[in-house]
């Protein structure tokens, strides 16, 4: 048996009421048994005298989570008989302090909302013109940020239990703090430290690597290798178009609806999860096998957009590992080479230096006159390499 549903057209309030049938409701030692629930311990304000009927119970549930009962009884009239008039009191209303009476004196009501307004510390607003994400940041002045034992202290909050996913070096200071929230509804915090430079110095580059961007797998190497992306979220597109449907027909608001809406969003969850994990393996290996890793400056977005790649484009999130790969490469003091996107990597023969004047992109595999057969794109990670190693001697 689940809770209520305080479903009503007319009353934002949550409530219901049962009335007494054949003995239903029974009030006894400071317990109140319900229909089909257990008798439940309540906290009666007041003594019920002898004699006094129960005819219904209101259970009602306060937005702070606490529950109320309110017990209706059939009793004689207990108002006494009017009787002459003799002492009278005038009565003024007045917005501060309530009300004012003849006698000159104030109620002195003390405000009580406008006092526990200045001290009440309300969740953040997630409000944003330009992003979508749920976020605010706070920043550390006179000490109002504290991270100690594992417990976070923010501003105008209790310590909160944390997770940290690594340890924080002596003599980092704490700067200030990203807290976000999940469609999920999970909470992270970004912790922002001053410290050192601990990026490495540049080091001349002897190992290169070319890559060239591919649909299928997210790129491929000028050594003829394929990154291999599994492509999470086609795999999951089936299960996932299921659950949206079962959101689709939720009634709006309703429970179930919260529930199906945070399944969908624990499935994006892990779709994200896990092209960050397979992004940072990946860039971690390159960044430290490689000196220098040379790559085409494209515009994914356009491509996205005008070849109706977009799906595709997106679910790969090539230009997220970009940027993995960038600061890890910088960290180490290797360099990340960035042709430019005109560049014709695809349309020139890697053995030859011959140029096509046209290439479909149903072409997949890269035929020249000088005999030269091999994968398209291998083809045009091999011109990048060449690419990127000419522009590095150039800078150097």
């Known amino acids: 048996m689940g809770f209520p549903h305080y479903k009503s057209k007319k009353h934002s309030r949550k409530s219901y009421t049962t009335n007494m049938v054949n003995g239903n409701i029974c009030l006894q030692d400071r317990f109140l048994k319900l229909p089909k629930m257990q008798p439940v311990k309540i906290k009666l304000h007041r003594m019920i005298p002898e004699g006094w009927k129960l005819k219904s119970v209101t259970v009602s549930r306060e937005p702070s989570g606490k529950y109320f009962a309110s017990l209706l009884f059939d009793c004689e009239n207990q108002t006494a008989e009017k009787r002459q008039a003799e002492k009278f009191l ?17 109620a002195g009501y003390p405000m009580f909302y406008r006092n526990a307004e200045k001290k009440l510390a309300r969740f953040p607003h997630y409000k944003s013109k330009k992003h979508s994400r749920k976020s605010y940041t706070t920043n550390m002045v006179n000490g109002n940020i ?10 105008k909050m209790q310590p909160v239990k944390i997770k940290l996913h690594r340890m924080i070096p002596e003599g980092w200071k704490l700067k200030s703090v990203t807290v976000s929230r999940e469609p999920s509804g999970k909470y992270f915090a970004s912790l922002l430290f001053d410290c050192e430079n601990q990026t490495a110095e540049k080091r001349q580059a002897e190992k290169f690597l070319g890559m060239d961007f591919a649909m299928h797998g997210m790129c491929v190497f000028s050594t003829g290798e394929r990154a291999g992306y599994p492509m999470f979220y086609l795999n999951a597109e089936k299960k996932l178009a299921r659950e949206q449907r079962k959101l689709s027909r939720c009634e709006k608001g309703s429970r179930n609806y919260q529930k199906q809406k945070k399944k969908v969003a624990l499935y994006h969850e892990k779709i994200k999860n896990q092209r960050k994990d397979f992004q940072h393996k990946l860039s971690h290996s390159l960044a430290e096998d490689y000196d220098a890793v040379c790559v085409e400056d494209l515009n994914l977005k356009g491509i996205a957009g005008g070849l109706h790649f977009g799906k595709g484009i997106q679910d790969n999130g090539y230009g997220q590992f970009l940027s993995m790969l960038g600061y890890k490469l910088e ?7 960035k042709v430019d996107r005109y560049f014709a990597s695809s349309k020139i023969c890697s053995v030859c230096g011959h140029k096509k004047k046209e290439l479909a992109l149903s072409e997949r595999i890269y035929l020249c006159e000088c005999g030269n057969r091999m994968d398209r794109d291998v083809n045009a990670a091999v011109n990048i390499l060449k690419e990127g190693k000419r522009i590095y001697k150039k800078c150097a």
């Open 90 to 106: 005038g009565m003024d209303f007045a917005m501060h302090g309530m009300c004012v009476f003849s006698t000159g004196e104030r």
């Open 146 to 155: 504290c991270l100690q034992d594992r417990f976070l202290k923010l501003p």
């Open 331 to 337: 960290e180490r003091g290797k360099y990340l080479i």
